[in-house]
């Protein structure tokens, strides 16, 4: 059996991506007979310490959550009695810059770890590393010391390091010349009522093709590739699209919905729905009746977003809007038979019948093996 405790910035349900990949995570562990819990240690939901259990799937996980503006001298000590408690064989940080500060410069977190862990062996997944290469000297300085900052971690902890796509694993290896592993996500909408995912071929001769979006709108400058694509689409086939949109749409959603609204509805649009934040069972549910997803992710980006990840995991076809020249260079490592970047490949996969697939336990047990393969090397040397 491995004790493992995780730590991330937040663990506010529905809010905060990495908290939920966090708890659903844990939970499949605690379901494969380990013992798990979870330390948020800068969660701005929480005004005073709060030690709770979350439940995930039928499963209650341990949660010790510290808000953001807690002193560190006062956050030690819960994060110590909580391992005293839980004598954890592993910790995992869960890491993105901004999770651990507003600035999204964490350089003294390594230090701040190191000093609560002890003998205790460290794991970190990366599910952000650093800036890219701004223009702005403001961007350029944060990039170097959130580079410092994920190097910090590294001399502090002599951790096992993972992250989610090729992409980052180039960014982490050439900075702290390490291998970085490459461990998938999972999806952040449970699969529910598999038994009732019937076959999408009862669709195929349709007129009207259904198209759900999930998560954050794109940038203003990425939507005429949308609207471009499909008015194209609509003429080239006579099939119109019925868009879906759901989840929090961000900063550009309104200025998203507006812009389809005006160019395409009518036209290549038939319909656009607005369902904004719904339960994950909803979600699932319209995946479930909907002929394919749309992403708003990069094509080097592809393994990164855990929206997208459920709609693979639902057995969608996924749309890719934003193709870039880098797909061969860093491909997405899950289901790419379902992932097209022409909106013409739609006719051809609409033609076949993808059943959904639950990555989470393969993913939880990659873990575990890999965790477990990696201290008894470590013992080896040891000996």
Known sequence: MMKITFICGSMQPGKDGVGDYTRRLAAALIKLGHQASVIALYDKEVRIETSIEQEQEGVTVPVLRLPFRLSWNKKKIFVENWLNEYDPDWLSLQYVPYSFSKKGIPIFLGNKLSAISDNIRWHVMVHEPFLGLGKSVKSQIIRVLQIYSLKSL????????????????????????????????????????????????????????????????????????????????????GVAIRMILCGDLGVNGKDFELALKSSLL????????????????????????????????????????????????????????????TENQYPIDYRRELCFFDLDDLQELQKKNFVPENRLLSISSRFVKELTAHAEKQNEAII
Do not use: C
């Open 266 to 325: 009518n036209r290549g649009i038939q319909e656009i729905e607005v369902l904004g934040r719904i339960p994950s069972y909803k979600i699932a549910d319209v995946f479930r009746k909907v002929d394919f997803g749309i992403s708003r992710v990069p094509t080097r980006l592809l393994g990164k977003s855990g929206s997208t990840i459920s709609m693979l995991e639902h057995g969608l076809p996924v749309w890719f809007p934003v193709v870039e020249n």
């Open 154 to 237: 590294g001399w502090n902890l002599n951790p096992i390091f993972h992250t989610s796509i090729f992409h980052y694993k180039a960014m982490i290896d050439g900075e702290l010349n390490i291998d970085t592993k490459i461990m998938g996500l999972f999806g952040n909408i449970p699969l529910s009522n598999v038994e009732n995912h019937s076959s999408r071929l009862k669709k195929k001769t349709s007129l009207v093709k259904t198209g759900v979006y999930f998560g954050s709108a794109p940038p203003p400058r990425h939507f005429d590739f949308f609207m471009s694509k499909i008015n194209a689409y609509h003429n080239k086939y």
